[in-house]
Each structure stands twice: as C-alpha cells, then as structure tokens.
C-alpha cells in the first residue's frame, strides 16, 4: 500500500502538534520515526490509522481518501502500551490470538507465527503471567495475523532487554524483506544497526526533516 500524506497538520484542542507534513510511504519501505517524547509521534501513527480524525490536509491509503478507507486489517499495529492491559479474566495467547483472527486461515497462522516468534510453547499460558519481552512477541502475532501490507510499531523496545530487542530488530528486518512496509517508532534507541529506507524525525517545535538512507557503497571514497 502507499501512503501518501499531504501538507497533514493536526492539534488537539489548539495546541498544534503536527504542522503541514507531507512525506509519501511507498510499498517496502521501511520508516523510522524519531523525535523526543511530546513532539507527536504516536500522535501522527493514529492520524494513519484512523484513530485521530484528519481535518487539515489530506492522506490518501492506495487511492482512497482515509475518511472513507475501511480495509483497515492492511494495517498491523503495535499500540505504545500493549504491555500495560491487565484482563480481568483469565484468557491464553491462544485465546488471544483466536478473537484477534478475521479468517479461518488467520486462525490457523497463529500456530506457525508463534513458532517463528519461538514462543510456540506459551500457546496455553495465560497472558497475565508473561514476561515483557514475551508479551511483546505476543502482540507483533496478533499484528501479523491477517497479514497485513503494513506493520506500525510504536517504541516495541521501551520495555524489554537488550537480547529480546536485537532478536525484535531482525524480526522486523526479515518482515521488511519478506515486502511488508515498517514504520517504526523510537525516541530512545540507536538506529545505524537498522536496515531502515527513511528517517522522519519530528522536533518538538513542530519541525519535520525526513532523510533518505544512502546505498550502501554509494558514498563518497
Ligand atoms: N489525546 C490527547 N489529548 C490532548 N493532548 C494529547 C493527547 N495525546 C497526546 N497529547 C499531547 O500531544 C503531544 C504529542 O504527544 P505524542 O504524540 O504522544 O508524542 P510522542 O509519541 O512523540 O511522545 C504531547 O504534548 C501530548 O501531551
Ligand atoms: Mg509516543
């Protein structure tokens, strides 16, 4: 899917948080966006999802206009706060996953994604009892399981260690790869490591720069 956005401004009440951002998302790529805590991040992945309701300037999802998109499962999101729910009642990853599915052949993707997480063995826990990290692989198959074009990521790292991290990072990298368009959310974290297409990075005096990484080899001896 390509997103197009275009001269987007948005503001909770008056208080402007994005000022006309105009940046275009091809199929594939793979977008980091950065910026300090406040300046909008999270802010401008619910204006793409929907969530925020876009008034000035436009987005346009392929070719329709987002005010009236509904193939909304292309999108696979991870919310800032996936770790912080707690159920009331006891539920499994399984169970989880089965009311997540839209399909037969999502609910049948559950087994094979899990696998591929390695955390095929936690199919019977309840979520309640699982570690960050855990939890955090949890949620990216919840994402994937209507295979969607599209997997936005909002800081997946803050609350795990080093070592899940890194196998999060190549997981990402292999999504990428396999053709699903990234856009991943940081504030933190040191990107040289990644294989990213752009950076958006956002200022909290509601500057926007985006840079496009260079080909490799295709620097300057
Ligand atoms: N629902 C909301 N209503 C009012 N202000 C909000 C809301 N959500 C976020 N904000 C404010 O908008 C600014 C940007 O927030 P956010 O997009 O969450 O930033 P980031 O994800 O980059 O840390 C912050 O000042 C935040 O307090
Ligand atoms: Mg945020």
């Known amino acids: 899917m390509q997103i197009d956005i275009r001269n987007l401004s948005f503001a909770y009440g008056h208080k402007t948080i994005i000022n006309g951002l105009s940046h275009t998302i091809n199929p594939g790529d793979y ?3 950065q910026g300090k805590n ?3 991040k999270s802010t401008l992945i619910k204006c793409l999802l929907g969530i925020n309701s876009v008034k000035n300037g436009m987005i346009f999802l392929d070719d329709d206009d987002i005010n009236t998109f509904n193939k909304w499962t292309k ?3 991870v919310s800032q706060n996936f770790d912080s729910f ?8 399984q169970e989880l996953l089965k009311f997540s599915s839209i399909t037969k052949a999502s ?3 559950y087994l094979m994604l899990l696998d591929q997480m390695g955390i095929l063995d936690i199919v019977n826990d309840n979520v309640n009892s699982l570690s960050g990290g855990q939890l955090q692989r949890v949620f990216i198959v919840k994402a994937m399981l209507n295979d969607p074009e599209v997997l936005i990521l909002d800081e997946p790292t803050a609350s795990i260690d080093k070592q899940n991290s890194e196998f999060f ?5 292999e999504l ?16 040289e490591n990644l294989n990213y297409t ?3 990075n956002m200022g909290l005096d509601l500057t926007t720069t985006i840079t496009t990484k260079p080909i490799e080899g295709d620097e300057e001896s």
């Not at 707690?86 to 990853?93: A, H, M, Q």
């Not at 990072?169 to 990298?173: A, L, P, Q």
């Not at 990428?176 to 990107?191: A, E, F, R, Y």
Request: charged content about 15%; aromatic content about 12%.
């Open 31 to 33: 977008l980091v966006i």
């Open 38 to 40: 406040g300046s909008g």
């Open 75 to 77: 999108f696979g999101y």
């Open 86 to 93: 707690n159920y009331e009642f006891p539920l499994t990853v």
């Open 107 to 109: 609910e049948h993707n």
């Open 169 to 173: 990072y190549k997981t990402v990298d």
């Open 176 to 191: 990428n790869k396999q053709g699903k368009t990234i856009i991943l959310i940081t504030h933190t974290d040191s990107i």
């Open 198 to 200: 752009h950076i958006l």
